[in-house]
């Protein structure tokens, strides 16, 4: 998928918008939605206005938040006004379905706000680009730079000098130690642990508890609790 480049992914946040919170449509109603949608919660200048989900019933609620609709009416909600979305499909077990979502968005018009939770911490030299979703504690070092529709969920630790490629979902208790690589559409579980100028190639899954002393080749699979490679 080809996102728009950064300087563009706020063109809808113009005077049209009403006044307070910019109403956030979360397309995913499922746990990682309720999670997104108190992420928005946070955050002052955003409110979760509508859930997106093929597979619930309009008019149902989620944590208080109505179902709008499926997939075929984003283009009606995007077009009624509320022009920011946030992607709530983690993609576990298939990132490409994450990715998929995405592209539907940027088809019926919406822009992505970087959903930083208030008690993360990115260093000022640290990058963050639209669509991320930071979550409590995470923290981003110098100088690292996090790409579009990243997930950092819950105690992510990214040291400096850091790069994570688009899409990639990072689950809650990762660390990565300085100047860490991770391709776009990577798979990174919980509790994982990644040494000192690794690269992760794109689309790699790292299963849950895994330590990482060498590079992971791109597609590959490295299974929970293993330490990788086996023999150095």
């Given at each position: ?140 070092g110098s100088d690292s730079r996090v790409g579009f529709g990243v ?11 850091c790069t994570i490629g688009d899409y990639t979902n990072i689950s ?57 490679p086996e023999r150095l």
């Amino acid at each position: 998928m080809t996102h728009q480049p950064t300087e563009n992914l706020t063109n809808h946040q113009t005077s049209e918008q009403p006044a307070g919170p910019l109403p956030v449509l979360v397309f995913g109603g499922g746990g990682h939605g309720k999670a997104v949608i108190d992420l928005v919660r946070a955050l002052p200048g955003y409110r979760a206005a509508g859930i997106a989900d093929d597979r619930l019933q309009p008019g149902l609620e989620i944590l208080g938040v109505p179902v709008l609709g499926g997939s075929a009416r984003l283009g009606e909600i995007c077009a009624g006004g509320i022009r920011l979305a946030a992607n709530a499909v983690g993609g576990i077990g298939n990132i490409r379905i994450r990715v998929s979502i995405f592209e539907r968005l940027v088809e019926a018009g919406f822009d992505f706000p970087t959903l930083l939770h208030p008690t993360a911490f990115v260093e000022p030299s640290g990058w963050i680009a639209p669509g991320a979703q930071v979550f409590p504690h995470a923290y981003v070092g110098s100088d690292s730079r996090v790409g579009f529709g990243v997930i950092l969920n819950t105690g992510v630790i990214v040291s400096h000098d850091c790069t994570i490629g688009d899409y990639t979902n990072i689950s809650p208790g990762t660390i990565l130690a300085g100047e860490v690589t991770i391709g776009e559409q990577a798979l990174i579980g919980m509790g994982v642990t990644i040494n000192n100028q690794v690269k992760i190639g794109a689309g790699a899954r790292i299963g849950n508890s895994a330590t990482i002393k060498r590079d992971v080749p791109a597609g590959a699979v490295v299974h929970a609790g293993q330490i990788w490679p086996e023999r150095l």
